[in-house]
C-alpha cells in the first residue's frame, strides 16, 4: 500500500511539473489546496488508465514496438495522457491535455520527472 502511494504521489508532481511547462496542459482551480487535490486524483485516473489500457495497446502494436525499435513508446505514452485528461472531463477534474503534441510532450515530461523522483526516493517494490 506504501508503495502505491508514493508511485501516487511521484506521478501527481510529474503531471504538476508538466502542467507547470507545458502550454497545452491546464490545471485550473481558485487555490494550491483544490489544485493539488485535483492533481491527485488526475493521478489515480492515470495510474489507472496505464494499468488497464496501456498493455493492451502495446500488446496490439508489438509490431510497431519492433519496426520503430521502441520510439512508438513516445506515442503511446502521449494517447494515455490524452485519454487521461479525457476521463478527467468526464469526471469533472479541472484538467485537459490540449492537442496530441501538448499530450506528447507532457508525456515525455512526465516520464523523466517520474523516472527522476523514482530514482531519488527508491523503489520499494
Do not use: E, R, Y
Not at 18 to 32: M, R
Not at 70 to 87: D, K, P, Y
Not at 101 to 108: E, I, P
Amino acid at each position: 500500500m506504501k508503495g502505491f502511494v508514493i508511485k501516487t504521489l511521484i506521478n501527481a508532481a510529474a503531471i504538476w511539473v508538466a502542467a507547470w511547462i507545458v502550454t497545452g496542459i491546464t490545471l485550473t482551480g481558485n487555490d494550491w489546496q483544490h489544485k493539488t487535490l485535483t492533481v491527485i486524483a488526475v493521478a489515480l485516473v492515470f495510474g489507472v488508465v496505464n494499468w488497464l489500457i496501456k498493455p493492451v495497446v502495446q500488446l496490439f502494436s508489438l509490431p510497431l514496438f519492433i519496426l520503430t525499435l521502441g520510439l512508438i513508446t513516445f506515442v503511446i505514452n502521449a494517447l494515455m495522457l490524452w485519454l487521461t485528461s479525457w476521463a478527467s472531463d468526464k469526471l469533472d477534474l479541472d484538467f485537459a491535455v490540449d492537442g496530441f503534441w501538448s499530450a506528447l510532450f507532457g508525456a515525455l515530461i512526465i516520464s523523466l520527472v517520474s523516472w527522476g523522483l523514482n530514482l531519488a526516493l527508491g523503489d520499494d517494490d
